[in-house]
């Protein structure tokens, strides 16, 4: 096992390598880059990303009128849209501030070396490292995606396993009624259900709506911190779990039917062992490898799908929404940045994935799949 984890980590290095090299030539083609961002603004056009200019120091306003300076002081063509009339000069000094003055490769083998130290350079726009904005909103993400993630699986399963035991009954069949309805509705409309209902929308006003924790969270004692953690991330994971439950009950039967219609079930009824030893003894095993096997993938989707337009209903602002954000506004060393973990950790998850499976079935062996 432990040359197998070695293996598995030893080839996540050229897979992170190719996933970072494909991203990053798209990031080279695709348009309206920092570059551009900052000519739009000059040209009066409505765009997000013009926070901050070349580090001199001043502010955008001031930014913006030095820019304003350098319109029609010259002529020629431009690579970039828009800049038409500018002063080739002040583009190379763009390209500059930006790191677009040196050649691709260059760029690109000088990300790798900060990469593998986890430098990822400073935001565009924040004027903040990425590492530092990466670290100030995983508490957000980390806590969406775990609470998740747990509560879906801590439902799914048992909720799951019943409906294959009881497949037919009144109880299979009201509780499809439920999966169906979960499953029906996305976690971002019923998360707005919440608000009008919980948090002050028309009815009852008992959650706050923005935040993680309130604005004097540390000036309590840990017994009102903790309530105060959990009073505010009840509606977001709520909403989460509704719409992440279903897929994952209907795997969990879905499975266990199938196992419990196998011929080693039925030789194990004709033995005389009772129906508990049967089903978690025999069957429990078995049916759990295809739901831990869908597992990295659930919790990815969790951390990234789910979490950025609950993270914008509710106001948290976590890693969905700064990728989410920093793609819109080109913002290139934060998107690399939140790519980079987001990989790292699904790595991880697919590694503790494989582990827990053999755990669950000793019979599977990693290890003896690359001597083959």
């Known amino acids: 096992m432990a040359a197998y984890i070695f293996r598995r980590m030893f080839l996540m290095i050229p897979t992170l390598f190719g996933i970072i090299l494909l991203n990053f030539m798209i990031v080279q083609v695709a348009p309206g880059g920092p570059v551009e961002q900052m000519i739009a603004k000059l040209q009066g056009m409505n765009t997000s990303a013009t926070q901050r200019f070349s580090g001199s120091g001043q502010d955008a306003g001031a930014a913006t009128q030095l820019m304003?300076?350098?319109?029609?002081?010259?002529?020629?063509?431009?690579?970039?849209?828009?800049?038409?009339?500018?002063?080739?000069?002040f583009i190379k000094s763009l390209e500059k501030q930006f790191g677009f003055d040196k050649p691709i490769g260059e760029r690109f083998v000088m990300m790798l070396k900060n990469y593998l130290m986890f430098d990822f350079g400073e935001s565009y726009f924040q004027n903040r490292k990425v590492i530092d904005l990466v670290l100030d909103k995983m508490p957000v993400s980390v806590s969406l995606g775990l609470w998740t993630t747990l509560l879906v699986y801590f439902i799914s399963i048992p909720l799951g396993i019943k409906k294959a035991v009881k497949d037919g009954t009144k109880f299979d069949i009201w509780t499809s009624g439920m999966v169906i309805v979960g499953h029906s509705?996305?976690?971002?409309?019923?998360?707005?259900?919440?608000?009008?209902?919980?948090?002050?929308?028309?009815?009852?006003?008992?959650?706050?709506?923005?935040?993680?924790?309130?604005?004097?969270?540390?000036?309590?004692?840990?017994?009102?911190?903790?309530?105060?953690?959990?009073?505010?991330?009840?509606?977001?994971?709520?909403?989460?779990?509704?719409?992440?439950?279903?897929?994952?009950?209907?795997?969990?039967?879905?499975?266990?039917?199938?196992?419990?219609?196998?011929?080693?079930?039925?030789?194990?009824?004709?033995?005389?062992?009772?129906?508990?030893?049967?089903?978690?003894?025999?069957?429990?095993?078995?049916?759990?490898?295809?739901?831990?096997?869908?597992?990295?993938?659930a919790l990815m989707g969790i951390f990234l799908t789910g979490s950025v337009l609950i993270e914008t209903i509710f106001s948290l602002d976590g890693l969905g929404l700064l990728g989410f954000e920093s793609a819109l506004n080109r913002d290139y060393p934060v998107m690399f940045g939140t790519l980079y973990v987001f990989t790292l950790l699904g790595f991880l998850i697919k590694l503790i994935s494989d582990l827990t499976m053999t755990w669950v079935d000793p019979r599977i062996d990693f290890s003896s799949q690359g001597e083959r």
Do not use: C
Request: charged content about 15%.
């Open 185 to 297: 509705i996305p976690g971002f409309l019923f998360a707005i259900f919440l608000i009008v209902l919980f948090a002050g929308g028309k009815y009852l006003d008992i959650f706050p709506l923005r935040g993680l924790v309130s604005d004097n969270w540390h000036d309590m004692d840990w017994p009102h911190r903790i309530v105060d953690y959990f009073w505010h991330i009840t509606l977001p994971v709520a909403a989460m779990v509704i719409s992440g439950f279903a897929g994952l009950t209907i795997l969990t039967k879905n499975s266990f039917l199938e196992e419990i219609n196998k011929q080693y079930v039925l030789t194990a009824r004709a033995k005389g062992l009772t129906s508990s030893r049967i089903l978690y003894g025999h069957v429990f095993r078995n049916a759990m490898l295809i739901v831990i096997a869908g597992f990295p993938a």
């Open 68 to 89: 304003q300076q350098q319109l029609n002081s010259s002529s020629g063509a431009s690579r970039y849209r828009g800049a038409q009339g500018l002063d080739p000069e």
